[in-house]
């Protein structure tokens, strides 16, 4: 029997990764960083952290858009890598990863560029090969899904689907029919009618609930 996903649950959620978007102002993702579970920091994102008042578990980064004050405020707890081949957040994730972590939340990775948000939400199919992830905004949820998925949701939310790799997709519990989308508009503004809906695939694909 498929398991129904629930979004919104966070009971489960072992740590943080906020990334150096815009910090969030949600109640959603902002109790994620109340709860007590550990922060796994960008480094840019560092000043927004502290005037929340929450010390990361490990900063991760170069450290150039640090300042001196907050660098060695933290030095303890710093993990320098200079790799230019990853971002940031690929950084963070790959260092939850090797910590063991196996239910992680991503705050702050959409805003301010959208170059970066592009990034950040596309990078969501590669980590969920390794780690069960979520990234929560100031709006909404992104997950990476594959294959056949049960979602729990309330009547009218709104959802939008971005078809990475799927065939054959297909859907119930939804308004509009779905299909073998082909450009990455063509899921989008969808909503629900009912309290679960389920999409049928073979691939990967990204789904997006609003709050």
């Not at 590669?126 to 998925?149: H, I, L, P, W």
């Not at 629900?192 to 789904?207: N, P, Q, V």
């Amino acid at each position: 029997m498929e398991k129904t996903i629930n979004t919104l649950n966070i009971e489960n959620i072992e740590v943080v990764v906020l990334a150096n978007g815009e910090f969030p102002i949600n109640q959603i993702p902002l109790s994620l960083l109340q709860r007590p579970i550990p922060v796994v920091c960008c480094d840019g994102a560092i000043e927004a952290l502290d005037k929340f008042g929450k010390t990361p578990l490990a900063l991760i980064g170069d450290g150039d858009s640090v300042s001196e004050e907050l660098k060695n405020k933290y030095l303890d707890r710093w993990y320098f890598i200079a790799d230019q081949e990853t971002n940031d957040l690929t950084k963070a994730m790959n260092f939850c990863i090797e910590k063991g972590f196996k239910e992680v939340a991503i705050l702050g990775a959409t805003g301010k560029r959208e170059d970066h948000t592009l990034a950040n939400i596309s990078l969501l199919i590669e980590y969920s090969k390794q780690v069960n992830v979520r990234m929560f905004t100031d709006y909404g949820v992104f997950v990476a899904c594959s294959g056949t998925e049960i979602f729990a949701c309330k009547k009218g939310q709104a959802v939008s689907i971005f078809n990475i790799s799927a065939k054959n997709l297909s859907a119930e519990g939804l308004q509009y029919p779905i299909y073998d989308f082909t450009r990455l508009w063509q899921g989008t503004l969808n909503r629900t009618i009912a309290d679960e809906f389920t999409i049928s695939a073979e691939g990967e694909y990204l789904l997006f609930i609003a709050y």
